[in-house]
């Protein structure tokens, strides 16, 4: 797996309450190399994320073999159907967190201050349930857990996030803010 190319995507910061739309990042990485950067546009809480990521993915070319997220959802609550993500790209799809994140929280932050929220839920809950990986959680659609352990390992060169993940999020940062100081991904 030493030379996987993989994209991964993050979200830019934004205010509490902005309600429109949000940028969007891909780091797409030939190993431990970025060889390129997409971005797009996704709504605030909104329904367009799958869509988004399948348009950027298929933009950053043929050579990408794995999408990796940072988290299910972005922009808010936009969640990723991985599972339509993955059939849409024909690339599996990788959600990476740092922690296992409290589903009861979640659960109850969807049904009850999100529009269209339940169906949101659906899709968490059809992404299936975290599992360790690596040192970090994930949840996966297309490939088997000892294939995310594999990428994860060969994709990893700092802490516990793969190169394409810290990528994206340092270049949403930069780019939103200006700089990407203080940032943890």
């Known amino acids: 797996m030493t030379g996987l190319h993989a994209l991964g995507f993050d979200d830019a910061p934004f205010d509490r309450a902005w ?7 891909g780091a797409a990485y030939a190993g431990r190399t970025l060889h390129g950067v997409v971005s797009g546009r996704v709504r605030r809480d909104g329904r367009n994320s799958t869509a988004e990521l399948a348009r950027l993915t ?13 988290g299910i959802a972005l922009a808010g609550f936009n969640v990723v159907d991985i599972h339509a993500l993955h059939a849409a790209t024909g690339r599996p799809v990788l959600v990476v967190a740092r922690r296992a994140p409290r589903l009861d929280a979640v659960r109850t932050a969807l049904l009850t201050h999100v529009p269209g929220g339940a169906q949101k839920w659906r899709l ?9 990986c690596a040192g970090v959680w994930v949840q996966r659609a297309g490939l088997n857990l000892e294939d995310a352990a594999q990428a994860l390992t060969a994709l990893t060169v700092t802490g516990r996030i793969p190169e394409p993940l810290r990528a994206a999020h340092l270049i949403a940062g930069g780019t939103t803010r200006g700089s990407s100081r203080g940032q943890r991904v």
């Not at 309600?19 to 990042?25: A, E, K, L, S, W």
């Not at 968490?124 to 360790?132: K, N, S, T, W």
């Open 58 to 70: 298929t933009a950053a070319g043929e050579h990408v073999r794995l999408v990796l997220l940072q």
């Open 19 to 25: 309600r429109g739309d949000v940028p969007v990042f």
């Open 124 to 132: 968490v809950q059809a992404a299936g349930e975290m599992e360790a």
